[in-house]
């Protein structure tokens, strides 16, 4: 699986986007780009995903980068509940095995 | 659906005791695995399984068993308790279903010392 780089910790003010960036300059072609968060406490719970189209559901959109080396998941109104730990993965989206090898995250805090 | 549960939340070792981390899911997933957590190491996965009678080791395995006797079931085994696997334990699961190979559910967590 591609590794990926992400900023240690980012502070966003409550109610402007937060933008998360990632780098995966060795991503493969069959590899998706995905993200996961962890609020303090709890499991991680999935957000997002995508392969070279920018994708957007309730939660958060993602941009990536026309050569797929970086992305950005962006979270339109960041609200006090959106300070979380955020993962970006990249992997196979078929996968014969379930080896989803998560890094360090970056610590979002949103400030009042 | 209860989705990913974990027993017990809390649990205090004593060096050299053994234990069994308990992990069930009712989504009839495939996939189901195993994390430990430390501040500033993110997730590493300990061990994992395909379907019931099939596991395999990931990233950190060492220290820990695990089997798969059921698709709702995949407990964790620690045989000899050591104070470096005070951590907290996630167990996730995942299920083959086309649009659903991305969706990785995880339990609240086990948060184990090891003294």
């Known amino acids: 699986d591609a590794k990926t780089t992400q900023p240690t910790s980012m502070d966003c003010a409550e109610g402007r986007a937060a933008n998360l960036p990632c780098n995966h300059s060795?991503?493969?072609?069959?590899?998706?780009v995905y993200w996961y968060r962890q609020i303090h406490s709890q499991g991680p719970q999935y957000i997002i995903h995508?392969?070279?189209n920018n994708e957007t559901n309730e939660m958060a959109s993602l941009i990536i980068t026309e050569d797929r080396k970086s992305s950005t998941l962006i979270l339109p109104h960041a609200t006090l509940r959106d300070t979380a730990v955020y993962y970006c993965i990249v992997r196979p989206l078929k996968t014969s095995y379930d080896k989803v090898i998560f890094g360090p995250g970056t610590s979002l805090s949103v400030i009042p | 659906n209860a989705g990913v549960t974990q027993t017990p939340k809390f649990q205090v070792l004593k060096t050299g005791q053994s234990m069994t981390l308990q992990c069930a899911q009712d989504?009839?997933?495939?996939?189901m695995s195993w994390y430990r957590q430390d501040p500033g190491m993110g997730l590493r996965l300990i061990h994992y399984?395909?379907?019931?009678?099939?596991?395999d080791q990931g990233e950190v395995p060492n220290g820990y068993n695990v089997s798969r006797s059921t698709t709702e079931d995949f407990p964790l085994r620690l045989l000899s308790a050591a104070p470096s696997q005070t951590s907290v334990y996630f167990c996730?699961?995942?299920?083959?279903?086309?649009?659903?190979?991305?969706?990785?559910?995880f339990g609240p967590g086990t948060r184990l010392t090891v003294t």
């Open positions: 989504m009839n997933h495939e996939y």
């Open positions: 996730a699961s995942r299920s083959f279903l086309q649009g659903k190979l991305y969706e990785q559910y």
């Open positions: 060795t991503i493969s072609g069959n590899e998706y």
């Open positions: 399984s395909v379907g019931a009678g099939i596991t």
């Open positions: 995508g392969l070279k």
